[in-house]
Structure formats: C-alpha cells, structure tokens
C-alpha cells in the first residue's frame, strides 16, 4: 500500500526523533494548508530542532491557542494548576496580575475560565510583552518591565491574586533542559539562579505591597522546592498551601495574605 502524504511526512519527523510524529505531521499538513513551497519550509525548521510551537506560531493551552514568536516562554501544561488554582479565587471583575506572563497564556486563560477581569500581564522581556499584548488586545494592559516595577499605582494593595510562573530552573540546570527549550528559550524567561528560588524570593518581599488584604499569590514551582518556596511567603507574612495536580504534573504555591 503506497504512503500517504501524512504518513510520509510521519516518517521524516520520527527519523528526525519526534516523538508524536502522526500528531506533529497532522499540525504541519493544516499550517502548509496545500501550499508544498510553505510545507516544505515548516518541516524543514521542525528537522532542524526548532520547537514546534515556533514553527506553528501558536501553543495548545487551557483549550486554546496562545500566538507564540521564536524566543518567547512557551506555554506547559503544568502551569494549568496555576490557573484552576487562581480562578477559583476570583470572580468577574476582580483585579489580577499575570506576573511573568511570557506570552500571556495564564491571563488568556482566566479570561476565559472567569469572565471580564480587571487584568494586568506584566514581563521584563519586552518580545514577551509585545506577544502578550496581541494575545489579550482589548481584555487587559500588557506593561513591560522588572517583577512589580511597571504595575499601576491603583493596583497597590488591591489586586485580588497575582497570578505568577516565575522562572524558577537553577541556572546549572538549564544546561541540562531539553534543547526545544535551553536552545530556543530566552534565558530571562528559564533562569531561577542558583536554587532556582531567586524570583520567588523577590515576589516574596514585594508581593504583600500588591495584594489586598485575603488576596492570594499563586505561583508555580516544582514539587522539590515547594516546601522552600512555601517558607518564604510565610516568612513575608502570608498563609500558604502547597497544591498538586498530577493530571498536567503541575506544582504551585498559594500564598494567601490574612484579611
């Protein structure tokens, strides 16, 4: 039985170490959408290790798709456990900050999950920014800059939760991450250094400044550093739990400041 156009191209992107090859080759058949020039050149960048969320211009999230450009934080699965767990704390028209929001996956998705929020993404890395910004046009304010420092002065003391994925990778650990991500990635968006808590304890010292009085911080972290990460909300003044997800193998912290 002769190959099909979809198996054949399977075949190519298994040689080149795919691992859901038959899923990548339906993805990149829909993206050439019968232009073999386009096809030809998609698969081409997929063979060469481009991830394959650049080589699409989107990742799968929560249910949607989330525009991502070549250098910017791709969106995991895990980081869903920071959105359930965040979603249940809000309601419609509560204020939110999408810290660290990379492309803006976490802000699209409570959106979604939530309704019309009062809603701030915010990241250093302005390819980031500009990314997230296409991604929420009109449903929040995408502002660029260090952790707290370009949030709006009337979300001081009154953001409900700050919803964050921090970078929290220790820097000898990067070396070690799966190429998509250690050869595609900007490092601003992996680095946590040296324990891979840097961040955390940076929102830490700062967060109580944002959040209101019963808001909640919920922030994804490993499993491992959890119990660290945890410790140092508590040290800051908050209550905290740590919440697991095996279903998307999620980790997060939530820091709930006391009313």
Do not use: K
């Amino acid at each position: 039985m002769a190959l099909t156009a979809r198996d054949a191209l399977a075949a190519r992107l298994r040689s080149g170490g795919s691992v859901f090859a038959e899923d990548e080759a339906d993805l990149l058949l829909a993206a050439g959408d019968g232009d073999a020039v386009r096809l030809r050149g998609l698969v081409q960048r997929r063979l060469a290790g481009e991830p394959l969320e650049y080589v699409l211009g989107w990742a799968a999230f929560d249910g949607h798709r989330v525009r991502v450009t070549p250098g910017v934080f791709v969106p995991r699965a895990r980081t869903r456990v920071v959105v359930t767990e965040a979603a249940r704390r809000l309601r419609r028209y509560d204020r939110v900050v999408d810290l660290c929001c990379g492309a803006g996956a976490v802000a699209m998705a409570l959106l979604e999950r939530v309704g019309a929020l009062d809603l701030v993404a915010a990241d250093i890395d302005p390819d980031a920014t500009e990314v997230a910004a296409e991604n929420l046009g009109d449903r929040g304010i995408v502002v660029t800059g260090n952790l707290f420092d370009p949030l709006p002065t009337r979300f001081r003391g009154a953001v409900d939760v700050l919803a964050v994925n921090a970078p929290y990778v220790p820097t000898d650990a990067i070396a070690i991450m799966p190429p998509e991500a250690r050869d595609h990635e900007h490092r601003v968006a992996l680095d946590g250094g040296a324990d891979g808590l840097d961040l955390h304890r940076r929102i830490a010292a700062g967060a109580a400044d944002w959040v209101r009085r019963g808001g909640s911080v919920v922030i994804e972290v490993s499993a491992e550093q959890a119990p660290v990460s945890a410790e140092l909300f508590r040290t800051a003044g908050f209550t905290t739990d740590v919440v697991r997800d095996d279903e998307v193998d999620g980790t997060c912290v939530v820091a709930t400041l006391p009313a």
